[in-house]
């Protein structure tokens, strides 16, 4: 009775047309992961800064390409993890400036932050050496901080000159002025940073990330890093500005 069952099944399992199960070909998806980087010179631009540490080379894969500029030097373990991973080194080309400035401390808060890293790249272009002293994200904080850090930097004589970025420019240029021989001026024009510079001897721009664009700031800071003070009557006039600020010195 069994036999004859199961007999009986497996003709009806032999009855039925087999099924060929439809297998589609699975869909091909293009994924060209090197077309953006291939059309960029560079994956990590450092040429803002004269040292470059392993610390500048975090996050690199093996074959990264980094910009620094002429002359950089590594620190032992940079040049060991440049060596190791094939890491291409391409050096800046300035282009034509007449910038008078070579050597800036530039600072800014959180409303500065992206104006800051955009300028960095931009004055290492002119072949402005560039000392950071943060802000290092949008995360908010005190823009006096960062003023006062820039602003000893400048009257210690360690660079030629500084930067500043808030919102508005000015907090930052009140904060960095505290700081004796310290001339903030706050600049809103290309007319207005060469004036200050000529006729005020200012030794630190402020700029407002919220008051002019980034290409405006390019040329404002272009324009101060490009003017010096040469004429006695306007040196006469900052003496006397350095005398006040020595007669409140503690």
């Given at each position: 009775?069994?036999?004859?069952?199961?007999?009986?099944?497996?003709?009806?399992?032999?009855?039925?047309?087999?099924?060929?199960?439809?297998?589609?070909?699975?869909?091909?998806?293009?994924?060209?992961?090197?077309?953006?980087?291939?059309?960029?010179?560079?994956?990590?631009?450092?040429?803002?800064?004269?040292?470059?540490?392993?610390?500048?080379?975090?996050?690199?894969?093996?074959?990264?390409?980094?910009?620094?500029?002429?002359?950089?030097?590594?620190?032992?373990?940079?040049?060991?993890?440049?060596?190791?991973?094939?890491?291409?080194l391409i050096e800046r080309t300035p282009r034509a400036s007449s910038v008078a400035v070579r050597s800036v401390a530039i600072g800014a808060d959180h409303g500065g932050f992206q104006y800051k890293e955009a300028l960095k790249g931009f004055l290492a272009d002119l072949g402005v050496s560039v000392r950071d002293f943060g802000t290092d994200s949008t995360e908010a904080v005190d823009y006096p901080d960062f003023a006062s850090e820039v602003a000893k930097c400048v009257a210690a004589n360690h660079v030629e000159c500084g930067i500043l970025i808030d919102g508005a420019g000015i907090g930052s240029?009140?904060?960095?002025?505290?700081?004796?021989?310290?001339?903030?001026?706050?600049?809103?024009?290309?007319?207005?940073?060469?004036?200050?510079?000529?006729?005020?001897?200012?030794?630190?721009?402020?700029?407002?990330s919220g008051q002019v664009s980034l290409d405006e700031a390019k040329k404002i800071v272009e324009a101060f890093l490009s003017t010096r003070i040469t004429e006695e009557r306007h040196m006469r006039r900052v003496a006397k500005i350095d005398d006040i600020d020595r007669q409140y010195r503690r």
């Amino acid at each position: 009775m069994i036999r004859s069952l199961v007999r009986e099944a497996l003709n009806l399992t032999e009855a039925q047309p087999r099924q060929t199960a439809s297998v589609s070909e699975p869909e091909h998806l293009i994924v060209n992961s090197l077309k953006e980087k291939a059309g960029k010179e560079f994956d990590r631009d450092e040429s803002s800064k004269t040292l470059l540490t392993e610390l500048d080379l975090r996050g690199l894969v093996p074959g990264s390409r980094v910009r620094v500029s002429p002359g950089t030097k590594l620190t032992p373990l940079a040049s060991d993890i440049i060596r190791e991973n094939n890491i291409q080194l391409i050096e800046r080309t300035p282009r034509a400036s007449s910038v008078a400035v070579r050597s800036v401390a530039i600072g800014a808060d959180h409303g500065g932050f992206q104006y800051k890293e955009a300028l960095k790249g931009f004055l290492a272009d002119l072949g402005v050496s560039v000392r950071d002293f943060g802000t290092d994200s949008t995360e908010a904080v005190d823009y006096p901080d960062f003023a006062s850090e820039v602003a000893k930097c400048v009257a210690a004589n360690h660079v030629e000159c500084g930067i500043l970025i808030d919102g508005a420019g000015i907090g930052s240029a009140m904060a960095a002025n505290k700081v004796p021989g310290v001339r903030a001026a706050a600049c809103y024009s290309t007319a207005l940073a060469a004036n200050s510079r000529e006729h005020n001897g200012a030794n630190i721009l402020t700029l407002g990330s919220g008051q002019v664009s980034l290409d405006e700031a390019k040329k404002i800071v272009e324009a101060f890093l490009s003017t010096r003070i040469t004429e006695e009557r306007h040196m006469r006039r900052v003496a006397k500005i350095d005398d006040i600020d020595r007669q409140y010195r503690r």
